[in-house]
């Protein structure tokens, strides 16, 4: 059944997102992990980009983004973070840049409760503060760079499964990334409304599954999530990471065609699991955009300047600002298959 995902609503679906996202400028993504030096640059202002950790493909591309524009706009890009996801490293992180007198920090936060007393501090020393990627807490910040709308994002995930699994009954797991990701949180429970108000006979499985953003833990929990639940018709899957790890054990036990899986990823990272339907549709954004946007709108922020909903932002193109004037939004996901995943390069 889940083989009728591929109808004619799903496609057009595609077509709409990819067109919104897919013509922003992709460059390819880095190789290595994520270096903890500035982008060579005279610039005055100095812009600290802080992911939740280095060394993984999606925050590696996004620091290709942050450098680049930090190059294109004349100012100093620190992009460093922990190589773990750990909220006690991050603010470890934050401390050491609150020392160098950086005038903006942009974090993505592991744990956002937990980063806001040294946020606080920044700001008391006279350092804006942004959030990027995953929202800190909202009465520190002065700016928010988010990928896509949250609702938007989170719901469309469901219907995603749902056309993947071609029924809109049987049982479903939730397979996330750090259970303290405030982004990720968001996500799914815009997916379980969803599935609350359009799809009430699907049933959730359990308890969401941390993974850590660790692909061999979700990996292995997903191995155990199949074996415990013989009768599993499907898997929401959350992170950047946890979709890989899932597809893997998908593919291990050859389930592609009973186990249907929607996943945050990237194109690249997914294509293997894509062509062999152990992952049927990555849904992500262009994470070397985001980055770049990021420094753009944190060098707004530091001269004073405030963007405008429907700004035209060089190299990314009209933002959408949301109604509080300060989350800005870089713009609708795209949806990754194996028909696609090929003409991306991050």
């Known amino acids: 059944m889940k083989k009728l995902a591929t109808g004619l609503l799903s496609g057009m679906l595609v077509l709409g997102l990819l067109a919104g996202c897919g013509q922003k400028g992709a460059a390819p993504a ?49 992009y460093t973070g922990p190589t773990q996801a750990d909220a006690a490293a991050q603010v470890k992180v934050i401390e050491d840049l609150i020392s160098k007198k950086v ?122 999530l199949l074996k415990a639940n013989p009768d599993l018709d499907g898997i929401l899957a959350y992170s ?11 593919q291990e036990k050859g389930l592609q065609d009973k186990v249907s899986l929607i996943g945050v990823a990237l194109p690249t990272d997914s294509k293997p699991f894509l062509e062999d339907g152990s992952l049927d549709t990555a849904t992500l954004w262009n994470p070397v955009n985001l980055g770049y946007l990021t420094v753009a709108a944190a060098k707004e922020l530091a001269e004073g300047k405030t963007i405008e909903n429907g700004q035209d932002i060089p190299n990314i193109g009209k933002v959408e600002v949301k109604e509080d004037g300060k989350t800005v939004i870089l713009g609708p996901p ?12 991050f």
Do not use: C
């Open 103 to 224: 005038d903006v920090i942009a974090v993505a936060p592991n744990d956002p409760a937990a980063l806001t007393p040294v946020l606080k501090k920044a700001k008391a020393q006279g350092i804006k503060v942004m959030d990027w990627d995953t929202k800190a807490d909202q009465s520190v910040v002065d700016l928010s760079v988010q990928q896509v709308d949250d609702e938007v994002y989170g719901r469309h995930m469901a219907d995603l499964l749902v056309q993947a699994m071609g029924k809109e009954e049987g049982n479903v797991a939730i397979v996330t990334g750090g259970l303290s990701a405030q982004n990720l949180n968001t996500w799914i429970d815009w997916s379980l409304k969803q599935i609350q108000e359009k799809y009430p006979n699907l049933k959730i499985i359990g308890e969401k599954i941390g993974t850590d953003e660790k692909q061999q833990v979700a990996y292995q929990k997903t191995l155990d």
């Open 240 to 250: 950047t990471v946890a979709p890989l790890g899932a597809a893997q054990a998908i």
């Open 30 to 78: 880095p190789g290595g992990d994520a270096a903890q030096e500035p982008s060579q640059t005279s610039g005055s202002l100095k812009i600290a980009v802080v992911p939740k950790l280095i060394g993984i493909p999606y925050f590696n591309a996004s620091e290709q983004g942050a450098k680049q524009a930090g190059e294109d706009l004349g100012v100093e890009v620190i």
């Open 334 to 345: 795209s949806d990754f298959t194996k028909e696609n995943a090929g003409d991306y390069n």
